[in-house]
Nanobody, 122 residues
Framework: VQLQASGGGLVQAGGSLRLSCAAS????????MGWFRQAPGKERVYVAA????????DYEDSVKDRFTISRDNAKNTMYLQMNDLKPDDTAVYYC????????????????WGQGTQVTVSS
């Protein structure tokens, strides 16, 4: 499966963005999905995860109650709704797909998108 992340941009603190991750290929509805992010000069870190059927979700503590991960299997697309954005959310956001539900375990994901830049100004 190939993944294409989009929806990033420049937003003021307190604003919102919705990221999308479009998947090509078949069987998107069998893949567990995740979002990770990498801030300048830092390692890539976990943001959120979603099981193949949407039944399980998980969030990194700093985004809990602000971000919502979801998917539309009919559209082969996953989303990350980001509200109340903070300057610390500035990063390149990557989507990932894997056969097993890996949550924050980065090496459990088999496929990665190219990333989309999110910049939050103070």
């Amino acid at each position: 499966v190939q993944l294409q992340a989009s929806g990033g941009g420049l937003v003021q603190a307190g604003g919102s963005l919705r990221l999308s991750c479009a998947a090509s290929g078949r069987a998107f509805n069998t893949y567990n999905m995740g979002w990770f992010r990498q801030a300048p000069g830092k390692e890539r870190v976990y943001v959120a995860a979603l099981s193949y059927d949407g039944a399980l979700t998980d969030y990194e503590d700093s985004v809990k109650d602000r971000f919502t991960i979801s998917r539309d299997n009919a559209k082969n697309t996953m989303y990350l709704q980001m509200n109340d954005l903070k300057p610390d959310d500035t990063a390149v956001y990557y989507c990932a797909a894997g056969r097993t539900y890996s949550a924050s375990y980065e090496f459990g994901y088999d496929y990665w998108g190219q990333g989309t830049q999110v910049t939050v100004s103070s």
